[in-house]
């Protein structure tokens, strides 16, 4: 998923977020099929732009609605929820 910072984040979140991630930065992509390079509703994906990480953390997310394909469409990362248990949906 691609997400842009909402526009309340401050760089002292986005430099925590960064903390959080690094730990998790795996060098290859860690999934079996690799993910739709193109969509009506977005660019072109670079996969060489893209930095994997672990499916440790998880997060809060708001999107405008769902697309044909299954994927979210206009996302923006709200917030980290250390209170939540991830799982894999």
């Given amino acids: 998923m691609r997400a842009a910072p909402a526009p309340a984040s401050n760089d002292k979140e986005l430099k925590r977020l960064s903390g959080v991630l690094k730990p998790l930065h795996v060098p290859k992509m860690p999934l079996t099929a690799p993910p739709p390079r193109d969509s009506r509703f977005r660019s072109p994906l670079k996969l060489s732009q ?5 499916p440790e953390a998880v997060v809060e997310v708001t999107s405008l609605t769902w697309t044909e ?4 469409r206009q996302v923006s990362y709200q917030a980290q929820r250390e209170d939540k248990v991830k799982s894999a949906r």
């Fill in 69 to 72: 394909d299954n994927l979210l």
């Fill in 50 to 54: 893209v930095h994997w990480v672990l």
